[in-house]
């Protein structure tokens, strides 16, 4: 059974760093790819950053560019958000997402506000 959990959401004032966690239960998360989502309230979810299966190529919303990155650990068969330079408009609940055999799979979502 697939699972995904995120973790280390927070409080965090703005200009503050986080790094959020995605891991992965039932799967070999080297072998998919993956992404983060996020869902403000009142807004849709929306894509904030990707890493593909193969050679690990990451791409990122405009928003997030040059203050978020998404890595990797196989080790830990996680996946990581690193989030810089964050500001109260990135206040969201943060989902990850894999798709297995045309299945899309999704953790709980872990909450991060941006406030002081």
């Known amino acids: 059974q697939v699972q995904l959990v995120e973790s280390g959401g927070g409080l965090v004032q703005p200009g503050g760093s986080l790094r959020l966690s995605c891991t992965a239960s039932?799967?070999?998360?080297?072998?998919?790819?993956v992404r983060w989502h996020r869902q403000a309230p009142g807004k849709e979810r929306e894509l904030v950053a990707g890493?593909?299966?193969?050679?690990?190529?990451?791409y990122y919303a405009d928003s997030v560019k040059g203050r978020f990155t998404i890595s990797r650990d196989n080790t830990k068969n996680t996946v990581y958000l690193q989030m810089n330079r964050l500001r109260p408009d990135d206040t969201a609940i943060y989902y990850c997402?894999?798709?297995?055999?045309?299945?899309?799979?999704w953790g709980q979502g872990t909450q991060v506000t941006v406030s002081s």
């Open positions: 997402n894999t798709r297995l055999l045309r299945q899309d799979y």
């Open positions: 039932g799967l070999t998360i080297s072998n998919y790819a």
């Open positions: 890493i593909r299966d193969t050679g690990g190529t990451t």
